[in-house]
Nanobody, 124 residues
Framework: QVQLAESGGGLVQAGGSLRLSCVAS????????MGWFRQAPGKERIFVAA????????HYADSVKGRFTISRDSAKNTVYLQMNSLKPEDTAVYYC?????????????????WGQGTQVTVSS
């Protein structure tokens, strides 16, 4: 497994932006597909975005498409989630995840490494 540590969360007004970062350590970062999930209070953890190990493929949840961008910098062992035009319904704890694969998955059950999460709060 790979160890993951998120940062970049915070409080922002609706319409604002945040960039989340996730630093990986341990096994070779470049062989992992990376994902972002989020969990609002009382709700299940749901898929937000994912990027293949090569960086050539990405996938987004419909709710964030056109507003969020996932990217990775393999030299820094880091994956990013740029979040623009934030809405109150984006409020959640955001989790970084990894799976040893070059395929993109949207099911959280197919990711075997998780960070501790970072809180994002969007005020109206």
């Amino acid at each position: 497994q790979v160890q993951l540590a998120e940062s970049g969360g915070g409080l922002v007004q609706a319409g604002g932006s945040l960039r989340l970062s996730c630093v990986a350590s341990g096994r070779t970062f470049g062989r992992y597909t990376m994902g972002w999930f989020r969990q609002a209070p009382g709700k299940e953890r749901i898929f937000v975005a994912a990027i293949s190990w090569s960086g050539d493929s990405t996938h987004y949840a419909d709710s964030v498409k056109g507003r969020f961008t996932i990217s990775r910098d393999s030299a820094k062992n880091t994956v990013y989630l740029q979040m623009n035009s934030l809405k109150p319904e984006d409020t959640a704890v955001y989790y970084c995840s990894a799976t040893y694969s070059d395929s993109i998955y949207i099911s959280r059950h197919l990711y075997d490494s998780w960070g501790q999460g970072t809180q994002v709060t969007v005020s109206s």
